[in-house]
């Protein structure tokens, strides 16, 4: 399927959001939680190319049709192709994940490109890279759950073991320091 490129007003949408987040990023020294930027694109009624641009927070992993799967709340905008906001989107998205490494300090993970309702629109997100750096402070916060996930990592887990040690992270994010 062609999609039609975007146009100035979108762009300048998707520039306005990056900005937004960057300064609330740098309002917060500490990430807590497993984050990703997500980007849809999707066919607006004027039949031109529509954008979605927000942030997705994994809360939780689950294994679905045998894939390891992350579940997270996204939060952002959809615009259409003449960069008009169509709507703010806070709702839930499941993607799949592949190629997960992790240190005892370091989680990251590639977030498989999906088809998702957004406001009742059908919209193709493209694939993405999640990650936690725990580096901050003197003590990582999710240092022990990290190393696990390291050592599981070094074999070949099943996919309900490593749904558990992600799940382990993700619940170690969200406990106060």
């Given at each position: 399927?062609k999609?039609?490129?975007l ?33 849809g ?56 994940v ?17 088809e ?62």
């Amino acid at each position: 399927m062609k999609m039609p490129r975007l146009t100035t007003p979108a762009v300048t949408l998707m520039l306005m959001c990056a900005s937004v987040v960057v300064a609330h990023a740098q309002d917060h020294d500490e990430q807590k939680a497993i984050t990703a930027r997500v980007h849809g694109t999707f066919v607006d009624k004027a039949g031109g190319g529509g954008v979605l641009s927000g942030d997705m927070t994994v809360v939780r992993f689950e294994v679905r049709n045998g894939v390891v799967t992350a579940i997270g709340a996204i939060v952002g905008a959809l615009a259409d192709s003449a960069g008009e906001v169509i709507g703010q989107v806070d709702q839930e998205l499941a993607l799949p994940v592949a190629n997960i490494a992790s240190t005892c300090n370091q989680l990251r993970m590639d977030l498989a490109a999906t088809e998702a309702e957004v406001l009742q629109t059908p919209v193709h997100f493209d694939k993405e890279v999640a990650g936690f750096d725990s580096r901050d402070g003197t003590t990582p916060k999710a240092l022990g759950v990290l190393c696990t996930a390291s050592t599981l990592l070094r074999n070949t887990p099943t996919a309900d073991a490593l749904t558990q040690a992600l799940n382990d992270v993700a619940v170690a994010m969200a406990g106060k320091p």
